[in-house]
Nanobody, 126 residues
Framework: QVQLVESGGGLVQAGGSLRLSCTTS????????MGWFRQAPGKEREFVAA????????YYSDSMKGRFTISKDNAKNTVYLEMNSLKSEDTAVYYC???????????????????WGQGTQVTVSS
């Protein structure tokens, strides 16, 4: 069983920054991608960003592009989401995701996700 453990959420003022981390319990999956989704109260889960683990290629939701940056540390089996210029509408539970055999673009569709983290709350105060 693969576990994805997120950390780094919290309360931040509008305009501030946060960095989320997601560490996997398994060193290798073969070819796979990891990403982030978020779900705000009363809304559907939406894609944020993803990264292909072998190539490092990235894919972003258009609405998050420019403010959010996804990156990875192979040695730590960890993917990061750097969030800048945060807005109140960024308030949500952020979920880490992993898709086996998937590209970064492919796991933007939640149906391609094989594993989910438990989520970490991000609250942006205005």
């Amino acid at each position: 069983q693969v576990q994805l453990v997120e950390s780094g959420g919290g309360l931040v003022q509008a305009g501030g920054s946060l960095r989320l981390s997601c560490t996997t319990s398994r060193r290798t999956f073969g070819n796979y991608a990891m990403g982030w989704f978020r779900q705000a109260p009363g809304k559907e889960r939406e894609f944020v960003a993803a990264i292909n683990w072998s190539s490092g290629s990235t894919y972003y939701s258009d609405s998050m592009k420019g403010r959010f940056t996804i990156s990875k540390d192979n040695a730590k089996n960890t993917v990061y989401l750097e969030m800048n210029s945060l807005k109140s509408e960024d308030t949500a539970v952020y979920y880490c995701a992993a898709g086996l055999g998937a590209t970064a673009q492919a796991i933007s569709r939640a149906t391609a996700v094989n594993y989910w983290g438990q989520g970490t709350q991000v609250t942006v105060s205005s």
